[in-house]
């Protein structure tokens, strides 16, 4: 008899989490169930967690009633297979619960990989619901598993806000602001944006990670949220990656009509969001979803013309990431709940980034 851990989450207080044992599951016909290898952990998945109900994150991975399981990043084996053309022992990318196994219903099963056409994901995002077989995956290095785990959900992201803006002519604007400077999504969006000529990026952070956030050297400026009033003028773009009312509100009031576009993005500080006031200086923001960008750039370029696009661009990115970002790997349950509560409270140092594994 197989075994099976997962980590749930209480979904009305993320505080509350706990390892639960059990048998695992049986395929049946046109099913399959993944062994997960190894998964990372940043602050995006605390955010999958806080928008669990609000954006139907818990959804995909359906646990007992009133606990969920917060989706991660990583790699899978197929460990039984009752799917034609999906061989054991496969290994894919993809979305994945924290927990040893997962059980999927592959359709479109090719040698590139498979869609998880489990009834309960049908209604959910397309571009969560795919697995990608690392055997035919353009971007997978085997030497680079790490930062595909952990940066390319979040590069991927910031390479499509970065093309956003530059569809959009940056909405004339000369400066783009970014906060939670220090996260990999805006420094990878800092790191994309500073290859485009007439644009300034000025990332803001919480004053402990200004000289790390800095010594990036992606940003023409890096400002404390304490200095909010030091923002240089000029016409500028926001980009929200904090999801703080108070730093959105010191952005809108400090560029009023010369703020050109306001674009949330993120949640880091989840407990200092608030509402937007009806009175906010300048354009309303909006949210920027991923999924639907993909979904656009997908019906005109194609997957493969947009998948193509994004290959050429991480590579220069993830041997850059190497400079200043050292991964850690820990094991087993106890290391997991502490890791995920670090997270959720905010005790992270920017320069080191996490993986984890369930299996013994
Ligand atoms: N809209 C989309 O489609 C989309 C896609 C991908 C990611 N995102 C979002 O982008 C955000 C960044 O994710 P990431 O994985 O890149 O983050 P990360 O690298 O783990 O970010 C770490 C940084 O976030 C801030 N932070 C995190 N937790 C905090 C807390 N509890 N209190 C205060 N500050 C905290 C700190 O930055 P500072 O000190 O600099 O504030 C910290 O250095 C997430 O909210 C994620 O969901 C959105």
Redesign the pocket.
């Known amino acids: 008899m197989r075994r099976s851990l997962d980590l749930l989450i209480d979904k009305d207080d993320l505080r509350r989490c706990r390892l639960v044992e059990s048998e695992a599951p049986d395929p049946s016909d046109g099913q399959a169930l993944l062994s997960v290898e190894h998964f990372g952990l940043?602050?995006?998945n605390?955010?999958?967690a806080q928008f669990g109900r609000a954006m139907s994150y818990w959804d995909f991975f359906p646990a007992e009633e009133g606990w969920g399981r917060m989706p991660v990043w990583g790699f899978a084996e197929v460990a039984e297979s009752r799917v034609p053309g999906l061989q054991e022992g496969e290994r894919l990318y993809g979305y994945l619960p924290p927990s040893t196994e997962l059980l999927v219903a592959p359709a479109h099963v090719s040698e590139r990989g498979f869609v998880d056409a489990s009834p309960h994901r049908a209604g959910l995002p397309a571009a969560y619901n795919g697995y990608t077989s690392t055997a035919a995956d353009p971007v997978y290095e085997a030497s680079k598993e790490d930062r595909q785990m952990l940066l390319r959900?979040?590069f991927f992201?910031s390479w499509l806000i970065d093309d956003f803006l530059g569809e959009a002519e940056v909405f004339g604007a000369e400066l783009v602001v970014i906060?939670?400077?220090?996260?990999?999504?805006?420094s990878a969006l800092a790191h994309l944006l500073s290859l485009r000529d007439g644009v300034q990026v000025v990332g803001?952070?919480?004053g402990?990670?200004v000289s790390f956030?800095e010594g990036l050297g992606a940003y023409h400026a890096v400002l404390s949220y304490e200095e909010l009033e030091d923002l240089p003028e000029g016409r500028a773009v926001y980009v929200d990656?904090?999801?703080d009312a108070a730093v959105r509100s010191a952005v809108h009031r400090h560029y009023g009509q010369s703020l050109e576009h306001s674009s949330v993005?993120?949640?880091?500080?989840?407990?200092r969001m608030g509402e937007v006031p009806e009175d906010l200086p300048g354009p309303r923001p909006t949210?920027?979803?991923?999924?639907d960008r993909v979904a656009a750039r997908s019906a005109e370029w194609g997957r493969d013309g947009l998948e193509g696009r994004i290959a050429e661009a991480w590579h220069p990115y993830v041997s850059w990431t190497e400079d200043w970002l050292r991964v850690e790997h820990e094991r087993g349950g106890p290391a997991l709940l502490s890791t995920y509560l670090d997270?959720?409270?905010?005790r992270?140092d920017?320069a080191r980034a996490h993986v984890l594994t369930l299996q013994d």
Do not use: C, K, M, W
Not at 265 to 271: E, F, I, M, R, S
Not at 287 to 291: E, I, Q, R, V
């Open positions: 940043t602050s995006n605390i955010t999958y959900p979040l992201t906060s939670s400077a220090s996260s990999r999504t805006a803001l952070t919480s402990r990670s956030t990656i904090s999801g993005v993120g949640a880091t500080h989840h407990d949210f920027f979803f991923a999924p997270l959720l409270e905010g992270i920017p």
